[in-house]
């Protein structure tokens, strides 16, 4: 490691550096971000869950996003895996079902960019699917 | 995903460095290198259930987990995402799985500054640390701020210092830059000595670069450009951490010969401490790191104006000094926004003894002690009753049922009796003897005090023996009185800080608990069963069937009767050893 050399220095390097921890920055202050959570029982990885995830993360990423998207277990409706449970800042929880990859780019585009609702909202058959 | 896994030096005797082994081993066999990486952090304050993992971003927070469970958790958590529920945290109340540290009561009420990095960076990574905004308080104050604005906002900010006195940390700071001299140093005390005490330790273990560049601001406001860490040496881990992190800090160029391309220079040395409890007091401690006895000076001077080797040395605490880059990132402002009005910022404390999570905290000053007891504590062990709560070690008093509300600030203590100091709290409930804990505490001191002044090397060990003779059954009600003014005279006129303020747990106890002391004194009695000599061992003749077995298991002698008739115990003769009421088949013995 070279020196650093004035404060504009440290900036640069601390720049660098934010993204190996912005992963525990955000989940320290989940309320303030989008929370996203996605089903991965053994059904929902059967049914594509874990490509869904990853997508997630790559393209919030790109498109600029904060977003904090974790894994859950179960969320007790198989009969529509792919799952994924939606928290935006300061709104109740919304769950969408039969999430492919294209619904995953509406729902970036529609919901969590604009809050404009789209098709395949499950009704919660339970309070919280903490 | 990440896994933190607490590296303090309560986990790591419980095998966290196994923990992070089994993880990375685990993780690697599945090729999940590039999915989840384990992080070895400072302690996350939940000791009680230690050792701690933690999985983020869902925060899910693993409590006493061994090596063996990390394949469980790869497994389970990082590949398939299902919690391992065996090892979630229990909610003691519901008694239901917790399954993230947000819905811990325990973590709720708390703010933390000063433990900001702990629990959450690798200490051992500078990195981690910069990228948490570290250096960026000692590169502002540096390029766009004078010496004298630096101290303003730390004087704005209204810190105290928390190694017990309580001191403005900024004026100490201006008096010190305007003492002229060729040389000054800056000292951090991390010698901690009160019983039960580890909050220093940890944020040195969990977030050593906070101090490392809160000296060199100091530094750089003071006019010095040396810093000493007095640190005890049975804080291996602590120390090991804080080397690691200098010499990082010198090869990054952030302590050494022109800082951030300025001409300021600063660096730090360790000294060690042989872990008197004297040696804190700030006097004893410059001698000690001189070469010369541990033994306090008569203040005036203030270390300030002639300390180390007669230089000006601005001596504070750990934990003050943690506070010092957020103050000067996020402004005085903000911080003085915190608390009450004339104590600013949280209060780290150590919370031990009967509580049931035992553990690191940090509040907001102005908690009060119910929050803290029972909402952060989670109340009294085994459903037992809340009798007091000993703050300031063996400075300080205890604190009882009608100081529960009270918010918590420097200020509120003294006047309560107690004190603030540097952090220890311990709990107490109905099975503890006030007396005896007075005792504890006097114990500490006589065996503490250097020797050097009258008042309390002889005045210490009289009350100590005054207390003894109460708790044996042998005390007076002029005892009691003496007690008092013993106390006073000890307290006027001892030398040092340690004099003045060791009589503070029996004058706290006589105030808050009179009944008990005066119980033990006219009826003999120890209401929480715990002075042995005051203990009564009789046979309820009723329930006693004659069997013998006591008689023939007393060592002294003690029990007679005849066979099949009720025996009797000579009180006398009795040891109160025990050993009658556990032969007992039929109940008949008790404990008045
Ligand atoms: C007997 C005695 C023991 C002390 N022990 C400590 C200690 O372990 N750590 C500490 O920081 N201050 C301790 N102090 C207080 C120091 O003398 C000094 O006031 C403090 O380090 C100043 O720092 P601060 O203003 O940041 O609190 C002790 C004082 C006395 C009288
Ligand atoms: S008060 Fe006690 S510790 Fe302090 S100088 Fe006197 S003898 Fe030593």
């Given at each position: 490691?070279?020196?650093?050399?004035?404060?504009?220095?440290?900036?640069?390097?601390?720049?660098?550096?934010?993204?190996?921890?912005?992963?525990?920055?955000?989940?320290?202050?989940?309320?303030?971000?989008?929370?996203?959570?996605?089903?991965?029982?053994?059904?929902?990885?059967?049914?594509?869950?874990?490509?869904?995830?990853s997508?997630?993360?790559?393209?919030?990423?790109?498109?600029?996003?904060?977003?904090?998207v974790?894994?859950?277990?179960?969320?007790?409706?198989?009969?529509?895996?792919?799952?994924?449970?939606?928290?935006l800042?300061?709104?109740?929880?919304?769950?969408?079902?039969?999430?492919?990859?294209?619904?995953?780019?509406?729902?970036?585009e529609k919901?969590?960019?604009?809050?404009?609702?789209?098709?395949?909202?499950?009704?919660?058959?339970?309070?919280?699917?903490? | 995903?990440?896994?933190?896994?607490?590296?303090?030096?309560?986990?790591?005797?419980?095998?966290?460095?196994?923990?992070?082994?089994?993880?990375?081993?685990?993780?690697?066999?599945?090729?999940?290198?590039?999915?989840?990486?384990?992080?070895?952090?400072?302690?996350?304050?939940?000791?009680?259930?230690?050792p701690?993992?933690?999985?983020?971003?869902?925060?899910?927070?693993?409590?006493?987990?061994?090596?063996?469970?990390?394949?469980?958790?790869?497994?389970?958590?990082?590949?398939?995402?299902?919690?391992?529920?065996?090892?979630?945290?229990?909610?003691?109340?519901?008694?239901?799985?917790?399954?993230?540290?947000?819905?811990?009561?325990?973590?709720?009420?708390?703010?933390?500054?000063?433990?900001?990095n702990?629990?959450?960076?690798?200490?051992?990574?500078?990195?981690?640390?910069?990228?948490?905004?570290?250096?960026?308080?000692?590169?502002?104050?540096?390029?766009?701020?004078t010496?004298?604005?630096?101290?303003?906002?730390?004087?704005?900010?209204?810190?105290?210092?928390?190694g017990?006195?309580?001191?403005?940390?900024?004026?100490k700071?201006?008096?010190?830059?305007?003492?002229?001299?060729?040389?000054?140093?800056?000292?951090?005390?991390?010698?901690?000595?009160?019983?039960?005490?580890?909050?220093?330790?940890?944020?040195?273990?969990?977030?050593p670069h906070?101090?490392?560049?809160?000296?060199?601001?100091?530094?750089?406001?003071?006019?010095?450009?040396?810093?000493?860490?007095?640190?005890?040496?049975?804080?291996?881990?602590?120390?090991?951490?804080?080397?690691?992190?200098?010499?990082?800090?010198?090869?990054?160029?952030?302590?050494?010969?022109?800082?951030?391309?300025t001409?300021?220079?600063?660096?730090?040395?360790?000294?060690?401490?042989?872990g008197?409890?004297?040696?804190?007091?700030?006097?004893?401690?410059?001698?000690?790191?001189?070469?010369?006895?541990?033994?306090?000076?008569?203040k005036?001077?203030?270390p300030?104006?002639?300390?180390?080797?007669?230089?000006?040395?601005?001596?504070?605490?750990?934990?003050?000094?943690?506070?010092?880059?957020?103050?000067?990132?996020?402004?005085?402002?903000?911080?003085?926004?915190?608390?009450?009005?004339?104590?600013?910022?949280?209060?780290?404390?150590a919370?031990?003894?009967?509580?049931?999570?035992?553990?690191?905290?940090?509040?907001?000053?102005?908690?009060?002690?119910?929050?803290?007891?029972?909402?952060?504590?989670g109340?009294?062990?085994?459903?037992?009753?809340?009798?007091a709560?000993?703050?300031?070690?063996?400075?300080?008093?205890?604190?009882?049922?009608?100081?529960?509300?009270?918010?918590?600030?420097?200020?509120?203590?003294?006047?309560?009796?107690?004190?603030?100091?540097?952090?220890?709290?311990?709990?107490?409930?109905?099975?503890?003897?006030?007396?005896s804990?007075?005792?504890f505490?006097?114990e500490?001191?006589?065996e503490?005090?250097?020797?050097?002044?009258?008042?309390c090397?002889?005045?210490?060990k009289?009350?100590?023996?005054?207390?003894?003779?109460?708790?044996?059954?042998?005390?007076?009600?002029?005892?009691?009185?003496?007690?008092?003014?013993?106390?006073?005279?000890?307290?006027?006129?001892?030398?040092?800080?340690?004099?003045q303020?060791?009589?503070?747990?029996?004058?706290?106890?006589?105030?808050?608990?009179?009944?008990?002391?005066?119980?033990?004194?006219?009826?003999?009695?120890?209401?929480?069963?715990?002075?042995?000599?005051?203990?009564?061992?009789?046979?309820?003749?009723?329930?006693?069937?004659?069997?013998?077995?006591?008689?023939?298991?007393?060592?002294?002698?003690?029990?007679?009767?005849?066979?099949?008739?009720?025996?009797?115990?000579?009180?006398?003769?009795?040891?109160?050893?025990?050993?009658c009421?556990?032969?007992?088949?039929?109940?008949?013995?008790?404990?008045?």
């Open positions: 490691m070279t020196k650093i050399k004035s404060l504009a220095d440290l900036r640069r390097v601390k720049d660098d550096l934010q993204e190996k921890i912005r992963l525990r920055e955000n989940a320290d202050n989940p309320e303030k971000l989008v929370q996203i959570k996605v089903g991965m029982a053994t059904s929902g990885i059967a049914s594509g869950a874990k490509e869904v995830m997508y997630l993360i790559e393209e919030l990423d790109k498109r600029n996003v904060e977003a904090v974790s894994q859950t277990g179960d969320m007790g409706y198989c009969y529509a895996e792919p799952t994924i449970e939606v928290i800042p300061g709104k109740e929880p919304v769950v969408f079902g039969k999430v492919t990859l294209k619904k995953a780019d509406e729902i970036i919901y969590i960019k604009n809050g404009e609702l789209v098709d395949g909202i499950i009704p919660r058959n339970y309070e919280t699917i903490e | 995903m990440h896994l933190l896994v607490c590296g303090g030096t309560g986990c790591r005797s419980a095998e966290s460095d196994a923990i992070v082994d089994s993880l990375n081993k685990a993780i690697a066999d599945r090729g999940l290198e590039n999915d989840a990486k384990v992080v070895m952090t400072g302690c996350f304050g939940f000791c009680e259930k230690g701690i993992v933690k999985v983020l971003p869902d925060n899910t927070f693993y409590t006493q987990v061994t090596p063996a469970d990390a394949e469980e958790i790869v497994a389970e958590h990082i590949y398939k995402g299902r919690r391992v529920n065996r090892l979630l945290y229990i909610n003691p109340e519901s008694q239901e799985h917790v399954e993230d540290s947000k819905h811990m009561g325990f973590y709720r009420k708390q703010i933390r500054i000063a433990l900001r702990c629990g959450f960076i690798d200490p051992e990574n500078i990195e981690e640390y910069i990228a948490r905004d570290g250096y960026s308080a000692l590169g502002k104050v540096l390029t766009e701020m010496p004298e604005e630096a101290i303003q906002s730390i004087i704005k900010s209204g810190l105290r210092g928390r017990g006195g309580g001191f403005p940390t900024g004026l700071w201006d008096i010190t830059r305007k003492v002229a001299a060729e040389k000054k140093y800056v000292v951090c005390n991390a010698d901690e000595g009160d019983p039960g005490a580890f909050m220093d330790r940890s944020i040195l273990e969990g977030d906070s101090v490392i560049e809160a000296m060199a601001i100091n530094g750089y406001c003071t006019g010095a450009s040396y810093g000493l860490v007095y640190i005890r040496a049975e804080y291996p881990l602590a120390i090991n951490r804080l080397k690691t992190a200098i010499g990082q800090a010198r090869e990054y160029g952030l302590l050494g010969n022109g800082i951030l391309g001409d300021f220079s600063f660096d730090i040395e360790l000294r060690y401490g042989a008197a409890f004297v040696c804190g007091e700030e006097t004893a401690l410059i001698h000690s790191m001189e070469g010369m006895r541990g033994e306090p000076t008569f005036p001077p203030f300030s104006e002639s300390g180390y080797l007669g230089y000006p040395t601005n001596v504070n605490n750990v934990e003050t000094y943690a506070n010092i880059p957020v103050i000067i990132t996020k402004g005085p402002e903000w911080f003085a926004s915190i608390g009450t009005e004339k104590s600013k910022g949280t209060k780290v404390f919370l031990a003894g009967k509580i049931n999570n035992v553990g690191l905290i940090e509040v907001p000053m102005g908690t009060t002690l119910r929050e803290v007891i029972y909402e952060i504590g109340g009294i062990k085994d459903g037992k009753n809340f009798k709560v000993q703050t300031g070690g063996p400075s300080g008093g205890c604190l009882t049922t009608k100081h529960l509300d009270t918010p918590i600030d420097y200020d509120n203590l003294l006047a309560a009796g107690s004190m603030m100091g540097s952090g220890g709290m311990i709990v107490m409930d109905e099975d503890d003897c006030m007396v804990i007075a005792k505490y006097l500490f001191t006589v503490e005090s250097c020797g050097k002044c009258t008042p090397r002889v005045g210490n009289r009350l100590h023996e005054i207390l003894e003779k109460i708790t044996r059954g042998e005390g007076t009600m002029k005892d009691l009185e003496k007690l008092r003014n013993l106390g006073q005279v000890i307290k006027d006129t001892a030398l040092c800080g340690l004099g303020t060791s009589p503070n747990p029996v004058l706290s106890n006589l105030d808050n608990f009179w009944d008990e002391f005066v119980e033990h004194v006219t009826e003999k009695k120890c209401r929480a069963g715990q002075c042995k000599h005051l203990l009564r061992y009789v046979i309820e003749p009723d329930a006693c069937v004659g069997c013998t077995a006591c008689a023939r298991n007393c060592p002294v002698n003690a029990i007679t009767g005849e066979r099949k008739k009720a025996h009797e115990i000579n009180q006398e003769i009795c040891i109160k050893c025990g050993a009421v556990e032969k007992c088949k039929f109940n008949a013995i008790f404990v008045r």
